[in-house]
Structures are given as structure tokens and as C-alpha cells.
């Protein structure tokens, strides 16, 4: 453009016929400066709007692709849901029969390894021939078995001829008093050979011969020379009587040697309802051993099968806890009951003993099995990811932390150990676990402090190797700005 001449636009090269410049020519009676504005708000908008649309559009797609996903996760869920309800019931199921079968697995155990066992049943009521009870009505029974069979009047029959009328005519005035002396000396040498060893031989000899009638009474199996009737258990103390008998003879009663052989008995179980139960208890003994293994069995297929598997775990283990502790529960009910129902001939006190030795194995067991699920239950639920086990996981951690930190401030190093526990920590805490059930799997007569106690070694020996796990930090170093000794738990 010429100074003072009309101002004219260059064409844009590669353009012809548009103006340089962004707005263009402005239209006339309008500046340039407002033209310009107005055509950058116009971009503006315009870009604006588009964005906008292409916002909507992408929202339109993500919210379809969206509904896509929840359609097919739906889909899913559907297919899935009728599967994890029937794993789900068939666990339920699963735990719910192994927890019926564990305390009917306890009564079977005994059944088979106290009742079915002869050498194991004496060792059980062996004890019972230094119990007071036991001996007293033993002593009762010999001295009535004596005094019905013992002539009263043959006591005078070493007498003078010219003595003897007298001596007829005192016993007839007072023979209520010569026989309740004679009662007197008769029970006193009955006690005194039921507190001797060789009471103790002739009570073990003689619940020998009667096991088989009390297998036969409870299971409905086996014979025995020793009588049961009416559903009575009896034991022949006739060996006793002779005992008596003899030494009645070397006090000087002379007429004791001509009472003849006697077999009276004691009372050792009395129930009607022996018969009612004998098939009950002959199931329970051909169970034998198998029935507790299959209780474990189905309540492990069940634990696997759920879909939470430590929250089953600790069901399943407080389950069996509380089925064997109502079977607890039931015996100490019978007892009562049966004792109650006693006749009037036998001693309840001598019954009760009977019944607690027999059953002394089934209450200990009971005990036992009660203990065991409730340290599983606890350590599946320690061990788990609650809130509360939290808690207690992280005070089990900051003690150990702390005690380790106190050990290294005393100078303790646990040299290549410390790295080696670190490392194998998981396998370690394992191998003691496995440890303590081969230990109560090997264990003859395991009780439920045998189960206390194999859990707190457990607890200890995993608190050593936490304690050995510990990783120390090496601080800034002792001095005034520092510490020596801090550890890290891991």
C-alpha cells in the first residue's frame, strides 16, 4: 500500500482470492477490531459446541458399554448363582451330619475299646476293688449270704450236756441279741477280707468272667457263665464267702466250716431298658472306630465345599464342640435317672461307682473332643482377616516386636538363624502345626489338657519364631541423636 493511497488486501499464497489476515474485511460502517471479536466468539462457540456434542457422544458410548457390562456380569450371576447355592447346601449338609455323627462317634469308640475289650475293661473297673462302696456292699451281701446259711444253735453244740439247756434256754430269750452279735463278728470278718489283696485278686478274676455278659447286656453279643437277669449285670462273690468262711473257722466257729458252697452276687448295672438299647449300643460296636473317622471326614468334605472356608471351619469345630458337650450333658442326666430308678436291694452308692468307672473314658473323651474344636475354632479365627483378629494379631506382633527390641538393646544377635526363619517362616509355622497333630494322633489316651497344652507349645514355639523372624533397622547409632537396637517386626 502507497502512503495516502486506499489500503488493499494481499492475497494469502496458496489462497487466491483470500485476504491476509484472521477475520477477513470487515463489513462497512463496522471496525475491524469489533469484527474481529465477533468472529473469534463465533470460533468459540462453535468449538465449544462441538466439544459438547462429542462429550455426549462418548457418555452415550461409556454408559451403553456399561449397561453391556452389567447385562453380561447379570448373565453371569445367573449361571453362577444356582451352582454356588447347591455347593453351598451340600456343605451346610455336609457339616451338619458330621457334627450329628461326632458324639455317636464317641459312644462308638467306647463301645468298641472299653465294652469290646476285655483286658481294657478290668483295667477300668480294677480300681473300684479299693472303693469304700464297693467293698461295704460286698461285705453286706457275704454277711447276709452267711447268716442265712449259719446255724445259730450248732454254736452251742461244744457245750457240756448239763450246760446246754441253759444255754438253749439264753439263746431262745435272747437270740434277736446272739444273732445281731454274731451279725456283728460275720460282717467284721466280711470287711476285712474285702480290704485284703486278695479281694482285689478276686475282683479282677471275677469282672474277667463277667465282661462277656456285660457285653452281652449292652450289645447283645457273647455269653458268660455269670448270669443276667431281668436286665441286671450280676457278679459272683462266692470266692469271698469262702474267704469268710475260713477265717470264721480260725476265730474258733467251728460251725462256719459246715455252710456249703455258696455263689451270691452283687449287682453291677440294673436297668429295664437293657434290652431296649442293646441294639442301639451293638450298631454303635460294629461302628467301632470308623464312625469318629467319618464324622472328621464329612465335616472336612463340607469346609472344603463352602464358599468361605474359614468361616465353615470355625462352625464346624464349634459344632462338634457343642454336640459332644450335650452328649456330656446326657450322661450326667442318665446317671441320675438310672440311679433313681434303682430297686431297693441294690446299694445306690456301689452303682454309682460303677457307673462313673465305665464311664470315666466316655466323659474323658467327651472332654477331649470339646477342647479339641474349640482351639481349632480359635486359631481359624486368630488367623483370619476379622476385624477383632486383627486386633489381636497386631498386639500378638507388637509385643514380640517390643520384647525383640529390648533383646537387641541388650546386645542379642540371632546370627545366620534370624535370616533363615525369615525366610521359611510360613514352613516353619507349618511343621509345628503338623508336629502337634502327630503328637495328639500318637498319643495313646490324648484328654482335653492334652489338647491345652499341645496348643499353648504351639503358641510358644510360634512366638519364638516370630521373636527369631523379627528384622532389625539399624539406627543412626547410640548417641545423642540416636538409638541402637530398634527392630522392625515383620
Not at 478276686?202 to 468272667?209: E, L, V, Y
Request: proline share 5%; aromatic share 6%; glycine share 10%.
Amino acid at each position: 500500500m502507497l502512503p495516502g493511497g486506499p489500503r488493499t488486501e494481499r492475497p494469502v499464497r496458496g489462497f487466491p482470492g483470500r485476504a491476509r489476515g484472521r477475520c477477513g474485511r470487515a463489513p462497512a460502517g463496522v471496525t475491524r477490531t469489533a469484527w474481529h471479536c465477533s468472529r473469534t466468539r463465533a470460533t468459540g462457540d462453535a468449538l465449544a459446541f462441538t466439544a459438547s456434542a462429542e462429550e455426549e457422544r462418548v457418555a452415550e458410548s461409556g454408559a451403553g458399554e456399561l449397561e453391556r457390562l452389567r447385562a453380561r456380569v447379570a448373565v453371569l450371576e445367573a449361571e453362577r448363582r444356582p451352582r454356588h447355592r447347591v455347593r453351598s447346601l451340600v456343605a451346610i449338609l455336609l457339616v451338619v451330619v458330621g457334627c450329628v455323627l461326632a458324639p455317636l462317634g464317641v459312644v462308638a469308640a467306647w463301645t468298641a475299646d472299653t465294652v469290646g475289650d476285655t483286658d481294657r475293661y478290668v483295667k477300668t473297673v480294677a480300681p473300684l476293688a479299693s472303693d469304700p462302696d464297693i467293698r461295704n456292699a460286698v461285705a453286706n451281701r457275704v454277711t447276709s449270704a452267711v447268716m442265712d446259711h449259719l446255724d445259730l444253735t450248732a454254736l452251742l453244740s461244744g457245750a457240756a450236756p448239763d450246760q446246754r439247756p441253759l444255754l438253749e434256754k439264753a439263746l431262745g430269750a435272747l437270740g434277736g441279741s446272739l444273732e445281731d452279735s454274731v451279725r456283728a463278728f460275720v460282717h467284721d470278718k466280711a470287711q476285712a477280707v474285702a480290704a485284703s489283696r486278695a479281694f482285689a485278686t478276686i475282683w479282677k478274676d471275677a469282672n474277667r468272667r463277667v465282661h462277656s455278659t456285660v457285653e452281652k447286656a449292652l450289645t447283645g453279643s457273647g455269653g458268660g457263665a455269670v448270669r443276667l437277669d431281668d436286665g441286671a449285670v450280676t457278679l459272683d462273690v462266692g470266692p469271698v464267702v469262702d474267704q469268710v468262711k475260713q477265717r470264721l473257722v480260725d476265730e474258733g466257729m467251728t460251725v462256719a466250716g459246715k455252710i456249703p458252697e455258696l455263689h451270691t452276687s452283687i449287682t453291677l448295672l440294673k436297668s429295664d431298658d437293657l434290652d431296649t438299647y442293646k441294639t442301639y449300643f451293638r450298631i454303635l460296636q460294629l461302628a467301632g472306630t470308623w464312625l469318629p473317622f467319618l464324622a472328621v471326614v464329612l465335616v472336612a468334605a463340607g469346609v472344603l465345599l463352602a464358599a468361605r472356608r474359614r468361616r465353615a471351619l470355625v462352625t464346624g469345630a464349634l459344632g462338634v464342640a457343642a454336640a459332644t458337650a450335650l452328649l456330656g450333658i446326657a450322661l450326667r442326666v442318665f446317671r441320675a435317672v438310672y440311679l433313681d430308678a434303682l430297686p431297693a436291694g441294690v446299694s445306690p452308692a456301689a452303682a454309682a461307682a460303677v457307673y462313673d468307672a465305665l464311664t470315666r473314658f466316655l466323659f474323658t473323651t467327651v472332654r477331649m473332643v470339646v477342647a479339641l474344636g474349640v482351639v481349632v475354632a480359635l486359631g481359624a479365627w486368630l488367623t483370619g482377616p476379622g476385624r477383632r483378629a486383627g486386633l489381636v494379631q497386631r498386639l500378638w506382633t507388637s509385643g514380640i516386636g517390643a520384647v525383640r527390641a529390648v533383646a537387641d538393646g541388650a546386645g542379642l544377635r540371632t546370627g545366620p538363624v534370624g535370616p533363615f526363619v525369615r525366610r521359611f517362616r510360613v514352613w516353619i509355622g507349618w511343621v509345628l502345626v503338623g508336629a502337634a497333630l502327630l503328637a495328639y494322633l500318637l498319643w495313646s489316651r490324648p484328654t482335653g489338657w492334652v489338647v491345652v497344652g499341645l496348643g499353648l507349645a504351639v503358641l510358644f514355639a510360634l512366638a519364638v519364631v516370630e521373636f527369631l523372624a523379627a528384622e532389625p533397622e539399624e539406627g543412626p547409632g547410640p548417641g545423642p541423636g540416636g538409638a541402637s537396637g530398634v527392630t522392625r517386626t515383620a
